[in-house]
Nanobody, 124 residues
Framework: EVQLVESGGGLVQPGGSLRLSCTAS????????LSWVRQAPGKGLEWVAAITWSGSSAYFKDSVKGRFTISRDNAKSTGYLQMNNLKPEDTAVYYC?????????????????WGQGTQVTVSS
């Protein structure tokens, strides 16, 4: 069974940090690029960051550049999103999503697998 299991969300004050984890099973993890996509209350899905299959390249939404870091450990089939200096507008459900064929040059990508999501709430 294909699974992406996310963890690490929670409540944090503005300026705080969280590290999200996404552990994969049921497919060859290092054949897939990994993205983080979020959905704020009442809003649509918003792409946040992506990392290629080897971890050699990473991409970020402009609003999180310099604050978020994406990484992966293929030996553990796990991806991470380190979020620093969190802001209230970062509040959302965060999903990890795996794409067998990913392009950094297009606005939208097809994701083959999705995690269940983990809630991140940034509030004082």
């Amino acid at each position: 069974e294909v699974q992406l299991v996310e963890s690490g969300g929670g409540l944090v004050q503005p300026g705080g940090s969280l590290r999200l984890s996404c552990t994969a099973s049921g497919f060859t993890f290092d054949d897939y690029a990994l993205s983080w996509v979020r959905q704020a209350p009442g809003k649509g899905l918003e792409w946040v960051a992506a990392i290629t299959w080897s971890g050699s390249s990473a991409y970020f939404k402009d609003s999180v550049k310099g604050r978020f870091t994406i990484s992966r450990d293929n030996a553990k089939s796990t991806g991470y999103l380190q979020m620093n200096n969190l802001k209230p507008e970062d509040t959302a459900v965060y999903y990890c999503a795996a794409a067998r064929y990913y392009s950094s040059t297009v606005a939208n990508n097809h994701y083959d697998y999705w995690g269940q999501g983990t809630q991140v709430t940034v509030s004082s």
